[in-house]
């Protein structure tokens, strides 16, 4: 490992740490010549599948895309942060668990409003009137009564 102050390959690790939900390793590293200590990360390298669009393009899967679109619809409603990591991570957990080496962007949203559902009705139905882009407010209507429902 390169030490991030000086540029010098060797480093040593001075101690070890499994996170307390055991999705990564922490290390303590300190440099050879200067001596310094730094931290490195180590998680699993995985491949989510590629997302197709409906225009036919194939992009890679973003998390941080999908954060911001639930963020979103879940602007000023009463979820936190831990609650839509949690949503995300079972988002990931079910694109890997697939196996596919591509996804139609349309599940990945239907994913999206099965847990906004769970979380927030509010934020379900801002996300669904813009992801089923409705034409109309009985369209609407109908989204809202099967809601309350």
């Given at each position: ?119 927030d009705k509010v934020a379900y139905v801002r996300f669904a009137s813009v ?19």
């Amino acid at each position: 490992m390169k030490c991030p102050f000086c540029g010098h390959t060797d480093t040593q690790v001075v101690e070890t740490r499994i996170s307390e939900d055991a999705d990564f390793i922490r290390r303590r590293r300190q440099c050879a010549a200067c001596e310094k200590r730094f931290t490195t990360y180590e998680r699993p390298d995985v491949s989510f599948p590629a997302v197709v669009k409906k225009d036919g393009r194939r992009i890679e899967f973003e998390r941080a895309k999908l954060r911001a679109s639930m963020n979103l619809a879940l602007r000023k409603r009463p979820v936190s942060t831990e609650q839509i990591d949690s949503a995300i991570e079972r988002i990931e957990e079910k694109l890997l668990g697939l196996g596919l080496r591509e996804i139609p962007s349309h599940r990945i949203g239907e994913m999206v409003m099965r847990e906004l559902k769970k979380l927030d009705k509010v934020a379900y139905v801002r996300f669904a009137s813009v992801y089923r882009s409705f034409e109309d407010i009985d369209e609407f209507k109908t989204l809202v009564d099967e809601v309350r429902r």
